[in-house]
């Protein structure tokens, strides 16, 4: 099973800015997967964040976020991003990479944003 490393989180203020990581193995070759980005706040479900398709390699965002989150994958190292700018405390939650639409995923990273 393919595991994914996410890194990045951590706690920030309003307005700030987060950049996450997602590292998929070496040798592994994630251009074959959509690549993304979803979250789970408090008693909260599960949403997707943002995703770069597989095929057209376009960029998909989650209404409350555009403008301000931006994904981006570096394929010569793996890894795949998630830039987070003008930080809002309803942003706080877990966040989750995945790829394949939901195939592999991450361990997850906190993100709390404080007022």
């Known amino acids: 099973e393919v595991q994914l490393q996410a890194s990045g989180g951590g706690l920030v203020q309003a307005g700030g800015s987060l950049r996450l990581s997602c590292a998929a193995p070496p040798g592994f070759n994630f251009e074959e997967y959509a690549v993304g980005w979803f979250r789970q706040a408090p008693g909260k479900e599960r949403e997707g964040v943002s995703c770069i398709s597989k095929g057209t390699g376009r960029s998909f965002y989650l209404d409350s976020v555009k403008g301000r989150f931006a994904v981006s994958r570096d394929h010569a190292n793996n890894t795949f991003y998630l830039q987070m700018t003008s930080l809002k405390p309803e942003d706080t939650a877990v966040y989750y990479c995945?790829?394949?639409?939901?195939?592999?995923w991450g361990q997850g990273t906190l993100v709390t944003v404080s007022s």
């Open positions: 995945s790829l394949g639409g939901g195939l592999f």
